[in-house]
């Protein structure tokens, strides 16, 4: 069964930060990583091809590219590879959020 991570400041209560992740926010961070890059369509190949619109920073890592999807103001990534939880927690602690396991 897959594990879904929600990057988000929503369980925050401090005023001095924003309590959403804007899309402009993560466009700034992940542009300084040089292991991610942006798209506004995934596109999921398997028996069927299916395409999803939206603001995913595509994460690649060695031979995997996971997608880290910003949402209404939060990011949303998949669990079902190991190395992912490391990630998710760095990415939470570099934009001063919390991880919430979906």
């Known amino acids: 069964m897959s ?3 929600r990057i988000t400041r929503a369980l925050q209560n401090n005023n ?3 309590l959403t992740i804007s899309l402009e926010e993560c466009k700034q961070y992940f542009a300084s990583k040089p292991d991610f890059s942006y798209t506004s369509v ?10 999803i619109e939206g603001d995913f920073f595509m994460w690649s890592c060695g031979e995997a590219t ?14 079902t590879n190991d190395v992912v939880i490391p990630k998710v927690i760095e990415v939470a602690s570099e934009l001063v959020a919390d991880v919430v396991n979906e």
């Open 3 to 5: 594990k879904r991570y």
């Open 66 to 79: 996971i997608p880290f999807r910003h949402y209404q103001g939060d990011i949303y990534v998949s669990g």
């Open 16 to 18: 001095s930060s924003a």
């Open 42 to 51: 995934f596109t999921v190949t398997g028996a069927t091809t299916m395409s």
